[in-house]
T-cell receptor, first 116, second 116 residues
Framework: DTEVTQTPKHLVMGMTNKKSLKCEQH?????MYWYKQKAKKPPELMFV???????INESVPSRFSPECPNSSLLNLHLHALQPEDSALYLCASSQARTGSGANVLTFGAGSRLTVL | AQKITQTQPGMFVQEKEAVTLDCTYDTSDPSYGLFWYKQPSSGEMIFLIY??????QNATEGRYSLNFQKARKSANLVISASQLGDSAMYFCAMREGGGGYQKVTFGTGTKLQVIP
């Protein structure tokens, strides 16, 4: 079983809907990430939270709104999405230690989003 | 500029044989880390192996080893004794900087198919 849990696994939404993707980890990691992956492409970084603060926003459109309510939870709120936003959304977490350590990203299984 | 290059879109290997997946990278940062991830058709990204830029020895994890040639900026993954379950997409990735939260960039991936 993966240690990063993402819900829902599949989501279909219309362009006027509001929905949320959820991610939870209990490994004590203090960095959490959202990646977007289109079919046959590598994952692309969207957001990074470090110690519950937004550290990186890779110029993501405002129709995607991240939230980190506590150190274990990460949400991605979706509103007024476009069909081209259909993709696999991957959540990951890692240690946030400074230095030259690995701080390996542990990924969830992803939420597959379809926008109609 | 492409920071991580994987030149093999697809590879075939006979079961029980070894296979090398190529990865070259580009960075001017002296502190960086290199990762390999496996992504089966289910979508989850599975961490395989890590090499830090200051590590003197090549990393090994079971059947996986990383052939790190710093001067050539290459970090090839070697899988020994291939198994049918190794069929998946393989991504090389790089983290620049000295740790903390990880800004990880992925290559375009290599699809490996293991033939019985």
């Amino acid at each position: 079983d993966t240690e990063v849990t993402q819900t829902p696994k599949h989501l279909v939404m219309g362009m006027t809907n509001k929905k949320s993707l959820k991610c939870e980890q209990h490994m004590g990691h203090r960095a959490m990430y959202w990646y977007k992956q289109k079919a046959k492409k590598p994952p692309e970084l969207m957001f990074v939270y470090s110690y519950e603060k937004l550290s990186i926003n890779e110029s993501v459109p405002s129709r995607f709104s991240p939230e980190c309510p506590n150190s274990s939870l990460l949400n991605l709120h979706l509103h007024a999405l476009q069909p081209e936003d259909s993709a696999l959304y991957l959540c990951a977490s890692s240690q946030a230690r400074t230095g030259s350590g690995a701080n390996v990203l542990t990924f969830g299984a992803g939420s597959r989003l379809t926008v109609l | 500029a492409q920071k991580i290059t994987q030149t093999q879109p697809g590879m075939f290997v006979q079961e029980k044989e070894a296979v090398t997946l190529d990865c070259t990278y580009d960075t001017s940062d002296p502190s960086y880390g290199l990762f390999w991830y496996k992504q089966p058709s289910s979508g989850e990204m599975i961490f395989l192996i890590y090499q830090g830029s200051y590590d003197q020895q090549n990393a090994t994890e079971g059947r996986y080893s990383l052939n790190f040639q710093k001067a050539r900026k290459s970090a090839n993954l070697v899988i020994s004794a291939s198994q049918l379950g190794d069929s998946a997409m393989y991504f090389c990735a790089m983290r620049e900087g000295g740790g903390g939260y990880q800004k990880v960039t992925f290559g375009t991936g290599t699809k490996l198919q293991v033939i019985p």
